[in-house]
């Protein structure tokens, strides 16, 4: 900058040393000379924003998901804690519709400068297999992966089905009858339910929803026969009484709910695409200046290790995995490659 101050005033001298003799002229080259000076000094302060001080202003976090929903609540005490760090707000917004996709293509349609972040579980990871955008986890870059979890088949409590084998049996009776809450295609319990048909044969009448808040709202109300629920999204209804679990989708009982069965037990051949659930994490456009990521990454680390937080996700009985960088990149890339295995196998997909 001080090489750019001095060129401007040895041109400033020259230019007043010739007024007499250029007139209107001097005029337009100390504006050009203004001007040069100008752009040159925005270059070299990062005019941009993703260089220089990051953040400087308030940041937005877009949930793929609706509100009270299992990503929205992971990520919601997240942000909190992480502006603790980061020094600016992180305004969370609910953008729901199309199994994530119209969040996903809102990040991917801003700037790449780290002040929208995609907040999403896995569900981008299938998008191109799937037909539901052409957008994937390719086009992000993981600024932090939260963790994973296990999830059951849940029904409500006045429900006549006490056991998942019992379920499977009154839908194989009549297909397409006994409705199943979903989040849409690519969805959890779209997923699940795509398992269920190849090992079991049941089929059922998917009915979605913006999140797995109100899918699992659709099952208390009676609205539907049952739901693929997350143990974060339905363990307090399960303690009150008010949903049933059937099964976990497990080869193991999850502590969170030790009383209920994993899914093997019926059916073992369930083992095949065990173990399996969904993922949740943060990310930003691919193209975002390394720096930013990098300020971004340590504040979420922190903040995901944060007592409270981790407290909070073995209450939700979500594994804790905490990766950023290449780790988080290479975890993603597996369980797409074991999904979509898994798919095809099912016939879900060809």
């Known amino acids: 900058m001080k090489i750019l101050a001095s060129a401007f005033c040895s041109c400033y001298n020259n230019i007043v040393y ?41 940041i937005n976090g877009i949930v793929q998901w609706g509100a009270g929903g299992g990503t929205d609540s992971l990520m919601r005490p997240l942000a909190s804690l992480a502006e603790k760090s980061l020094g600016k707000s992180i305004v969370i917004k609910n953008m729901t519709g199309a199994t994530g996709s119209i ?31 052409a957008l994937t ?6 600024v932090y992966l939260i963790g994973d979890e296990t999830v059951g088949i849940a029904v409500g409590k006045d429900s006549p089905y006490t056991s998942f084998g019992e379920l499977v049996a009154a839908a194989s009776a ?16 779209w997923e699940v339910g795509a398992f269920i048909k190849d090992v079991t044969g049941a089929e059922f009448l998917q009915v979605p929803y913006d999140s797995d808040a109100s899918a699992k709202m659709a099952v208390l109300g009676g609205e539907c026969d049952l739901t693929v629920c997350k143990v974060q999204s339905g363990l307090e209804d399960y303690r009150a009484g008010e949903l049933r679990f059937l099964c976990m989708f497990s080869s193991a009982p999850v502590s969170a709910m030790p009383d209920v069965a994993p899914v093997t037990v019926e059916y073992p051949d369930f083992e095949k695409y065990l173990p399996w659930g969904p993922f949740y994490g943060v990310f930003v456009k691919k193209g975002t200046d390394a720096a930013v990521i990098d300020a971004l990454s340590r504040a979420f680390s922190e903040a995901g290790q944060d007592a409270g937080y981790q407290d909070m996700l073995a209450g939700f009985n979500v594994n804790f995995l905490g990766l ?27």
């Not at 006994?178 to 989040?183: A, D, E, G, N």
């Open 18 to 58: 010739n007024v007499g003799k250029r007139g209107m002229r001097v005029k337009r080259v100390l504006a050009a000379a203004a001007t040069v000076i100008f752009i040159l000094s925005l270059a070299a302060c990062g005019g941009n924003g993703a260089s220089g001080a990051y953040p400087s202003r308030d």
């Open 103 to 133: 969040a996903a293509q809102y990040v991917s349609d801003a700037p790449a400068d780290g002040y929208n972040l995609l907040m999403g579980a896995e569900n981008p990871a299938l998008y191109d297999v799937l037909d539901i955008s």
């Open 137 to 142: 986890y390719d086009d992000f870059d993981c």
């Open 174 to 189: 009549a297909p397409g009858t006994l409705k199943i809450s979903t989040t849409g295609v690519g969805g959890l319990p």
């Open 324 to 350: 950023t960088g290449d780790d988080a990149a290479n975890y993603i890339a597996s369980w797409r490659e074991g999904t979509v295995g898994a798919l095809r196998n099912s016939g879900a997909i060809s």
